[in-house]
C-alpha cells in the first residue's frame, strides 16, 4: 500500500489504512513474540550472539522480499494498463526469465537427478519397462498440471463473462 501510494499517488479510504495498520501491527506483535522466544533460547545458549544475527537477517531478508514483490505488483499493474492483459505472454516471461539462474544450483540439481535414477523401479502394466518411481510422480504431476494451465484454472469462468473471451 506505501508503494501504491508513493509511486502510484493512489488515495485509499479510511478503513483500509485502518485494516493495513491493523494487519502491520499483528506480524509486528508476531514477530516480537517469536524474539522472545529466541531470548529464551539465548540465555540458555549464553548469549548467542550469531542466532540473534540470523533473526535480524531473517527479518531483513522478509521485508525485501515484500518490498520486491509489491515493486513487481505496481510493474505488473502499469504494464497491464499500457499493454493490455496478455496472460500467456506474461506467464512465458515470468518462468523464462529466471531460467538462468538456476545455473547456480546446477549440482545440486544433477545430484538429485541421480537420486532420482536411483529410485525403486516402478513397473506398469502397460509398459514392457519399469521406470524410477520418483520420474514417474514427477511426470505425473506435470501431466496434471497442464489441463488447469490450459484452460484458466478456477476463474476461467468469470474472465469469460468479464471479456467474452474464451481459451482456444
Known amino acids: 500500500m506505501a508503494l501504491s501510494i508513493l509511486m502510484l499517488k493512489r488515495r485509499?479510504?479510511?478503513?483500509?489504512?485502518?485494516?493495513?495498520?491493523?494487519?502491520?501491527?499483528?506480524?509486528?506483535?508476531?514477530?516480537?513474540?517469536?524474539?522472545?522466544?529466541?531470548?529464551?533460547?539465548?540465555?540458555?545458549l549464553h548469549h548467542d550472539w550469531y542466532q540473534v544475527l540470523r533473526w535480524y537477517a531473517g527479518i531483513a531478508m522478509l521485508s525485501v522480499s515484500l518490498l520486491l514483490a509489491a515493486r513487481m505488483g505496481i510493474y505488473q499493474e502499469v504494464f497491464y494498463a499500457k499493454y493490455?492483459?496478455?496472460?500467456?505472454?506474461?506467464?512465458?516471461?515470468?518462468?523464462?526469465?529466471?531460467?538462468?539462474?538456476?545455473?547456480?544450483?546446477?549440482?545440486?540439481?544433477y545430484s538429485h537427478v541421480l537420486i532420482f535414477n536411483q529410485s525403486e523401479p516402478l513397473t506398469m502394466s502397460f509398459l514392457p519397462f519399469s521406470l524410477p518411481k520418483f520420474w514417474v510422480y514427477l511426470v505425473a504431476v506435470l501431466a496434471s498440471q497442464y489441463p488447469y494451465k490450459q484452460y484458466g484454472g478456477p476463474n476461467a469462468r468469470s474472465e469469460v463473462r468479464k471479456t467474452g473471451i474464451t481459451h482456444a
Open 12 to 44: 485509499y479510504t479510511l478503513s483500509r489504512y485502518i485494516s493495513v495498520l491493523m494487519i502491520t501491527c499483528g506480524i509486528i506483535l508476531c514477530t516480537l513474540a517469536s524474539g522472545k522466544q529466541l531470548k529464551e533460547e539465548e540465555e540458555m
Open 84 to 109: 493490455g492483459k496478455i496472460p500467456r505472454e506474461s506467464l512465458f516471461y515470468t518462468h523464462a526469465l529466471p531460467l538462468p539462474a538456476f545455473a547456480f544450483f546446477a549440482s545440486d540439481i
